[in-house]
């Protein structure tokens, strides 16, 4: 092949090369710009739903209801939940005062040009009416029912599959509609369901994929001049010892993704000059710095696996659990998901310890984190704390569901034994529980997970205790 033939068939692949990493760059800010559209839209929303809402809530008596069992007794803003739907308002010295919940959607849509609906859980509306046995019915009666939802507003059947998939936001339908998901929470605890707004997302995308566009147009009309540019300057020792030191570049930066590239141009090699040699030394060169990098990052990895696990139970120790903690926490915060942490710890160890020796101890330990391992989820983050102390957090989980699994736990526990010499030793262990709340940090949920666990102790262990701000008492041993 000529040299003529060579730069350009070397300016062609060059030009190939630019416009595909110029099309996944137009792809890229098209992708961030509407994302950003996107959360700007739900930034919006979220404050106008949460100004209406206090808003309404401050000024609304409408409806006035003695609450009965109040246990707070002031509020703003509240949401109950009535056979006619939902009401917001406040409450004052346990009487609420409020109207509909509607007025809140209505207006967040009206002034955010957004359609709506709200998306009932059907469980939780049983559960919620166990003792009401005509709410239910009633409280469907002018509604939708799909699936395991009540629905109640205007909604196209298949916006339904995308607001079960959205959380927090979520653009779909091709990127022209958005889905915007809040949690309606009743009672300051129930999760009833989600308000999910509707934004006709077309203007905003075309508005996001312009400014893209434009760069795509010129950076492809630039790689055209530059490639005609290269064929008039540039010769093959030029082009092949400018492409060496783009190489060696990289290789100093530690990308070799070149080394395949360079070796096979080695291989095609017809003539052994001094560049050839040069080529060989480098590709010598990157290999071995590409071998010895690989077997650093490999022992790394080692090191770090060492860090976080407890060697004895196999667990993640207290360091790697604190940093995916804060995480999770960050998770819930943003989300607002429930978030849930149990606290465990063996009863009478110092007992076990001094009766029939450490080994013993030890094997009372990895029996209990085989046990946490057989009966959580693989999404939640078990660990030993310290001692004979475990914790366990739970992300998505409610109350219900974390004394659920607490409560599994205890009793595979305790019907769980180990032998030595023949002999069956038991025990058992205490459980503390704590829900995250929403503003606090992980110091403050480890601290009433802590007290809840106290509290199993003090009451006679072998229990499951749930953090209800407790009064504090001496701590024993």
Excluded at 210 to 218: E, K, T, W
Excluded at 412 to 437: C, M, P
């Amino acid at each position: 092949m000529s040299l003529r033939d060579k730069l350009l068939l070397s300016i062609f692949l060059a030009s190939f090369v630019l416009s595909l990493i110029t099309t996944a760059i137009f792809g890229f800010m098209a992708y961030y710009n509407m994302q950003d559209d996107a959360e700007e839209v739900y930034e919006a929303v979220a404050r106008t739903f949460s100004f209406a809402q206090r808003t309404l809530a401050e000024g609304a008596d409408d409806v006035v209801i003695k609450l009965k069992d109040c246990r707070t007794r002031r509020a703003i803003p509240y949401l109950l939940l009535r056979e006619n739907g939902p009401l917001v308002g406040r409450v004052v010295d346990c009487t609420f005062y409020g109207t509909s919940f509607l007025k809140v959607v209505n207006f967040t849509a009206n002034v955010n040009g957004l359609e709506w609906f709200i998306l009932y859980d059907r469980d939780i509306l049983e559960r919620f009416s166990e003792n009401k046995p005509e709410f239910f019915d009633r409280f469907i009666g002018k509604r939708a029912v799909v699936q395991n939802f009540v629905i109640e507003g205007d909604f196209e059947p298949r916006m339904l599959k995308f607001a079960q998939d959205a959380v927090g936001y979520n653009l779909t339908d091709s990127f022209k509609t958005l889905v915007m998901d809040f949690p309606l929470v009743v009672q300051n605890e129930v999760p009833v369901g989600r308000v999910v707004f509707i934004k006709d997302f077309s203007a905003i995308l075309a508005e996001a994929l312009f400014p893209p566009l434009i760069l795509l147009v010129y950076t492809l009309a630039l790689v055209a001049i530059l490639s005609l540019m290269l064929f008039v300057l540039f010769n093959r020792i030029v082009k092949e010892v400018s492409l060496l030191r783009d190489m060696t570049n990289k290789f100093k930066d530690l990308d070799f993704s070149d080394v395949p590239k360079l070796n096979e141009m080695l291989r095609r090699e017809k003539t052994k000059d001094e560049l050839f040699y040069l080529k060989r030394a480098i590709l010598v060169m990157a290999q071995e710095l590409e071998d010895t990098i690989s077997k650093l990052e490999q022992e790394k990895r080692t090191f770090e696996e060492m860090a976080y696990t407890d060697p004895l139970t196999g667990l993640s120790n207290r360091r790697f659990f604190l940093r995916e903690a804060n995480r999770m926490l960050e998770f819930a915060k943003r989300y607002k998901e429930p978030l849930a942490l149990m606290m465990l710890d063996i009863d009478n160890f110092k007992r076990i310890n001094d009766e029939y020796g450490h080994d013993v101890g030890d094997l009372v330990l990895k029996e209990l984190a085989r046990v946490i391992k057989e009966n959580i989820r693989s999404s939640d983050i078990p660990a030993r704390f310290g001692g004979e102390e475990f914790v366990v957090l739970l992300p998505r989980t409610d109350e219900r569901g974390a004394v659920m699994v607490a409560d599994r736990i205890r009793n595979s526990f305790r019907n769980s034994h180990i032998q030595v010499n023949g002999k069956d030793v038991w025990t058992t262990v205490s459980i503390g529980v704590a829900l995250y709340e929403h503003g606090e940090d992980l110091d403050s949920l480890i601290k009433k997970a802590d007290e809840a666990l106290y509290e199993a102790k003090r009451k006679g262990k072998d229990r499951v205790e749930v953090f209800r701000h407790i009064e504090e008492h001496p701590r024993k041993g």
